[in-house]
Structures are given as structure tokens and as C-alpha cells.
């Protein structure tokens, strides 16, 4: 079984900083991509950046220039530096891998974490 956790969220001031962090675990044998995305209340779940296992990112133009992802392959782990926050960045951040493990049988499927809230005050 794998799991995503998130970590990281909570309430900031307008033009602070958060830095949220994700950790696989189980039975895994390699992570391709990972995501983050987010949402806010009466909003579709949207893509706020990606990673792939190389290295190579993309950004919603929202958050361009103040979010970066970065990854750490060894530890299965994503994070999210989010600088310059705006009230507007308020949602539930949630992260998504897509992952090949055994679970039970050698499978590829995209997982998901519970979510963690960002709420940026103004």
C-alpha cells in the first residue's frame, strides 16, 4: 500500500512564506512525476506545479516566479517553497505521485495525500 503525506500548512500574513513537504512510503519501486495542486472552496482542484524524476518543472502561471518545487528522489519526497503569499493562494494543498509499486502485483496509478491547509490572512 502506498501512502502520501503531507505537511507544511497553516495560517500566514500576506507576503509570508510556507514550505510544504510530501513523503511517499510502501512498497514502491519508482516515482515518476509529482504535483502538487490545490483547492479552494467552490473551485475545481487545479495544478499548481509539477516535477518530474529528472528534475524538470512546471508552474501554473498563478504562482510562477514565487512557488518552486523541488524533490528528493532518495527520500520520496516533494516540497513546495511558497514565497510572497497571497490571500488568493488559500486552499487545501494536495500532493499526487505518479507511482509503479507493488501492491500487491507490480501496478502503476497515480496516489493521493489527504490534503493540507494553506490560509493566507490579509
Known amino acids: 500500500q502506498v501512502q502520501l503525506v503531507e505537511s507544511g500548512g497553516a495560517l500566514v500574513q500576506a507576503g509570508g512564506s510556507l514550505r510544504l513537504s510530501c513523503v511517499a512510503s510502501?512498497?514502491?519501486?519508482?516515482?515518476?512525476?509529482m504535483t502538487w495542486y490545490r483547492q479552494s472552496p467552490g473551485h475545481q482542484r487545479e495544478l499548481v506545479a509539477s516535477?518530474?524524476?529528472?528534475?524538470?518543472?512546471n508552474y501554473a502561471e498563478s504562482v510562477d516566479g514565487r512557488f518552486t518545487i523541488t524533490r528528493d528522489n532518495a527520500m520520496k519526497s516533494v516540497y513546495l517553497q511558497m514565497n510572497s503569499l497571497k490571500p488568493e493562494d488559500t486552499a487545501v494543498y494536495y500532493c499526487n505521485a505518479d507511482v509503479w509499486a507493488r501492491s500487491p502485483v507490480l501496478s502503476r496509478r497515480q496516489y493521493w495525500g489527504q490534503g493540507t491547509q494553506v490560509t493566507v490572512s490579509s
Open positions: 516535477i518530474t524524476s529528472g528534475g524538470s518543472t
Open positions: 510502501g512498497s514502491i519501486l519508482n516515482i515518476n512525476d
